[in-house]
């Protein structure tokens, strides 16, 4: 099995070479990843530029260190170096929750894998303030590897397009849990500051109303669960599309 892994934290992350250490277990390994930290990037792609790339190591394994996003990493990965029947993206610095879906390099990482066809799934581990250790999760990574090819949750096509498994990973885990994307209220905040030579500038900050519901992605990490979650590209409201059609 080839096995693809990215990630947006950049080539040099502990994160990446953790994972593609933990992924050499089941196939080979190529390593595609962008060349400086693009964490928060989303699913953004480059197109008002060329890409460039450099031949690098990470740890034992070749690597291309791309200037793009994480999206572009998988896309370059996929069509010029090697393919891939599996993308693995991570292990993110910070866990990738609820509504960090949206924002998460990540996660679009391995969503641009589904878009191409391709099972994927993207890790993140939960740090809150602590030293992050990469390389204590190894063996849990390879246990939720080993057990999503096993029981055949990378082969479900029942969505109508591979699969998309978000993971997030607590700091000491005590077992596994599926679970849905956490969906709470904010209150955005924009708090103002100003610099040493009194330059006035903004820091966004956001603090969720309600806490995580029981079966969540939140929750299950809260909770010092592995959380796995299914995700799908299609993003209809169902519901409100069979009233509108109504009306
Ligand atoms: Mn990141």
């Given at each position: 099995m080839q096995i693809l892994?990215?990630?947006d934290d950049g080539i040099f992350s502990p994160g990446l070479q953790a994972l593609a250490e933990a992924a050499a277990r089941?196939?080979?390994?190529?390593?595609?990843?962008?060349?400086?930290?693009q964490s928060a990037m989303g699913h953004a792609i480059t197109i008002w530029r060329p890409l460039t790339w450099k031949k690098a190591r990470v740890g034992s394994f070749?690597?291309?260190?791309?200037n793009g996003?994480?999206?572009?990493?998988?896309?370059?990965?996929?069509?010029?170096?090697?393919?891939?029947?599996?993308?693995?993206?991570?292990?993110?610095?910070?866990?990738?929750?609820?509504?960090?879906?949206w924002h998460s390099g990540t996660v679009a990482a391995a969503r641009q894998a589904v878009f191409f066809g391709r099972p994927a799934v993207a890790f993140s581990l939960d740090i809150n303030g602590e030293e992050q250790d990469f390389a204590a999760q190894k063996?849990?990574?390879?246990?939720?590897?080993r057990m999503l090819l096993e029981n055949g949750a990378l082969q479900d096509s029942s969505s109508g397009h591979p699969p998309l498994i978000n993971v997030n990973l607590p700091r000491r885990s005590t077992g596994f849990r599926w679970t849905h994307q956490s969906?709470?209220?904010?209150?955005?905040?924009?708090?103002?500051?100003?610099?040493?030579?009194?330059?006035?500038?903004?820091?966004?900050s956001a603090v969720p109303l309600t806490g995580p519901d029981e079966g969540s992605d939140?929750?299950?990490?809260?909770?010092?669960?592995?959380?796995?979650?299914?995700?799908?590209?299609?993003?209809?409201?169902?519901?409100?599309l069979e009233k509108n059609l109504q009306k």
């Open positions: 892994v990215t990630n089941f196939g080979d390994v190529t390593v595609v990843a962008p060349d400086v930290e070749e690597a291309y260190r791309v996003t994480p999206a572009d990493c998988t896309a370059l990965g996929l069509y010029r170096w090697g393919g891939a029947d599996l993308v693995l993206s991570g292990i993110n610095l910070g866990a990738n929750l609820g509504h960090d879906v063996p849990t990574v390879e246990e939720v590897l969906v709470r209220s904010y209150s955005g905040k924009v708090i103002e500051g100003e610099d040493p030579r009194g330059r006035k500038h903004f820091w966004f939140r929750w299950a990490v809260d909770n010092g669960l592995v959380s796995l979650t299914p995700l799908r590209i299609e993003l209809t409201d169902e519901k409100k």
